[in-house]
């Protein structure tokens, strides 16, 4: 059974390893890189990280703008 890297491993709607690999009873997730033994998952480490951190600052550049949103709207 392969390890592969889930940056949510408590989502359980997650069908899929970023690697492609279907998840399940014949696989299994992690989302710290130590456990991860999946040869596909490591060879796309770089990239799986790149595209996790540009998710996350664009969820952050999100917030910002409703934050600036809110406090005009608060201002009248």
Not at 11 to 34: F, H, K, Q
Request: overall charge negative; proline content about 4%; aromatic content about 6%.
């Amino acid at each position: 059974m392969a390890t592969h890297f889930d940056p949510y491993p408590d989502d359980d709607e997650a069908e899929r390893a970023p690697c492609g690999t279907w998840l399940g009873e014949a696989s299994d997730g992690s989302s710290n890189w130590a456990h991860v033994d999946c040869g596909l998952c490591k060879k796309l480490k770089a990239k799986i990280i790149a595209a996790h951190e540009a998710s996350e600052a664009a969820i952050v550049d999100q917030m910002g703008d409703m934050a600036a949103y809110m406090r005009v709207g608060t201002a009248d």
